[in-house]
């Protein structure tokens, strides 16, 4: 019984969609979401390989020595942080089909130059360099989803977009372990150093075909690839879901907005606690630890670590297609860290059958899997204003991942590896809030949604529009009679009965 019920919405369009509405997401879906895979996929083997090819030769060729590692991770996470923020602007003012794949390319030049680093205090300026091109395109992904789909299509979509990050993880660890098997010594070259060549030569023409297939936003379309009945459907379909679309620059009163609005507060609060519960994954714990068992080679030693990236692809699309069709973003949330709790318990307590620590680090991808999820229900929540989105998506991305910028200082400093004891306790108590977090954000959310005769709906920045559109077509009543005197509008639709969704608001049945 259960299954029936839960198998039978597994599905990829909604059950509502007209058949041009099919066709058009189809459309989008294959040029948004390979590109977005590819280009993640690109992002996260350069930015993983710095834990690779410190278990493959760099550590030697550099003299690193302490804490090098975690300040070369941490000088990524500072020039990540700094590069976003003048996007909050520069995405509703110009193109965004040209802003990501140019920055794009310039993270595959700074990738390519680190082959030739000699020593640590260029390879550390190397690092800033890629982590700041590479900053806008994860909040500018995710605006970009906002624009072209309505609020429940999001996070299935952005969980093949964040299959990139683990495989991107896998592939770094394989690319390192062919380059210091096969290529190390080759035209007088480490393996690692190969290892970056490698990684440049795959990202260069990602970029250069972001420009060709990205769609832009609907206010600034690509119409390389977009008709004027494409953008015209969409821009439709969004409006009557409560979405903005309207074309728009960011000022101080948008920013005065957001401030006013609680829930980028309280979304924040669940972002800091996210970047922070799945910082394990960075960290390179799990190499340290293959690497002090003193038992593989280091071509073995990248295989290996190949093992939990491999699954936190399975994780992904678990939970992501969970949320848009089950759970909803809070328990999917609850899902995801549930399973990382219980290996973070393991590696805390670290004194157990080496069994049991190859299950809990197998596990630790499962804390990133949630983080479509997380941006879905931002987009969701601010879909009225593709302005007030755009600050919200960047300062919120700039705040917590910017903690993770000394955090891994303090609690995962090289010298103490592969343990970390005050790593994984810190990472384990974040975990725990966060869940907690979540469900207090759902709760308040909710309650902001108010039913009258069969109606629910929220506030009257969301909610409202998506009630009078769907009065538009139901009642021909004039938009003064529905508007007079209340921020809640009641539609009469004697023949649906609608209730609440974490998604999109307002859910017939």
């Not at 600034?220 to 977009?226: E, G, S």
């Amino acid at each position: 019984m259960f299954a029936n019920k839960i198998f039978p919405r597994i599905r990829w369009f909604s059950p509502d969609d007209s058949p041009s509405e099919r066709r058009l997401l189809l459309k989008l879906d294959l040029l948004i979401v390979p590109y977005a895979f590819l280009a993640y996929w690109t992002k996260y083997i350069d930015q993983a390989n710095i834990n690779n090819a410190y278990v493959s030769g760099m550590q030697e060729s550099l003299n690193l020595q302490g804490n090098d590692l975690v300040n070369l991770q941490t000088i990524y996470t500072v020039g990540a942080v700094l590069g976003q923020l003048p996007f909050a602007y520069l995405f509703t003012k110009y193109p965004i089909s040209y802003l990501i794949p140019g920055m794009d390319l310039l993270w595959g030049v700074f990738t390519l130059l680190q082959y030739r680093a000699t020593s640590y205090e260029e390879m550390m300026a190397y690092r800033f360099l890629v982590g700041w091109f590479e900053a806008a395109f994860f909040p500018g992904m995710h605006y970009i989803f906002g624009s072209w789909y309505q609020s429940h299509e999001i996070a299935r979509r952005g969980g093949f977009f964040y299959l990139g990050l683990t495989l991107g993880t896998l592939t770094a660890s394989f690319i390192q372990a062919g380059a210091s098997a096969q290529l190390d010594g080759v035209n007088g070259l480490a393996g690692w150093r190969w290892m970056y060549i490698i990684c440049a030569v795959i990202t260069i023409p990602v970029g250069i075909l972001g420009f060709i297939v990205l769609p832009g936003t609907p206010d600034k379309p690509n119409r390389i690839v977009l008709s004027k009945s494409d953008i015209q459907l969409v821009r439709t379909r969004l409006q009557k879901a409560g979405h903005g679309v309207q074309e728009s620059s960011v000022s101080w009163k948008t920013c005065a907005r957001v401030l006013r609005n609680w829930k980028p507060w309280a979304l924040l609060c669940v972002d800091i606690l996210f970047w922070n519960a799945c910082v394990q994954t960075t960290t390179g714990g799990y190499l340290l630890w293959l690497k002090s068992l003193n038992r593989y080679s280091t071509s073995k030693v990248n295989e290996l670590f190949a093992i939990a990236p491999g699954l936190g692809m399975f994780y992904t699309l678990l939970v992501c297609f969970a949320s848009d069709l089950v759970l909803g973003p809070a328990w999917a949330i609850t899902l995801a860290h549930g399973w990382n709790i219980i290996g973070l318990v393991i590696q805390v307590i670290w004194d157990v059958p080496e069994s049991a620590l190859w299950f809990a680090f197998s596990t630790m991808y499962s804390s990133v899997a949630m983080s479509s999820v997380l941006m879905g229900w931002i987009n969701s929540e601010i879909r009225h204003s593709p302005d007030e989105r755009a600050i919200v998506l960047i300062v919120l991305n700039t705040i917590a991942q910017s903690t993770t910028a000394w955090t891994p200082l303090l609690v995962f400093p090289t010298v103490e590896g592969p343990r970390f004891t005050k790593g994984y306790s810190f990472v384990l108590a974040c975990a725990i809030c966060l869940i907690v977090s979540a469900h207090v954000t759902r709760y308040f959310i909710e309650r902001e949604y108010v039913c009258f005769d069969g109606c629910c709906l929220g506030d009257a920045n969301v909610s409202r529009d998506r009630a009078i559109a769907a009065s538009d077509e139901d009642s021909g009543a004039s938009r003064d009679e529905r508007e007079s005197g209340s921020a809640v509008v009641q539609v009469a639709r004697p023949k649906a009965e609608y209730r609440y969704t974490d998604g999109e608001g307002i859910d017939a049945k």
